[in-house]
């Protein structure tokens, strides 16, 4: 999943990345920043290469819509 919380001011902002990356943890996934205020969530049976990771972060997710 991705988290985009570019239009968040930073204190909401910092308590979704504090609750996501301990959700994360607790399931025993991956949490990832990929751009300023985006994050990627994965499960622990799900691996994201790190050529995805890149390209997410360089052509945005947006262009997955």
């Known amino acids: ?6 239009s968040l001011d930073n204190a909401e ?7 996501a990356a301990g959700l994360a943890f607790g399931l025993r ?9 985006v994050f990627l969530l994965s499960p622990a049976d799900v691996e994201v290469s790190p050529e995805e990771r ?3 972060a360089e052509t945005g ?4 819509q």
């Open 1 to 6: 999943m991705i988290i985009d919380l570019v």
């Open 29 to 37: 996934g991956s949490f990832d920043k990929v751009a300023t205020k």
């Open 13 to 19: 902002a910092k308590r979704l990345v504090d609750f």
């Open 61 to 64: 997710f947006y262009a997955y």
């Open 54 to 56: 890149r390209r997410i």
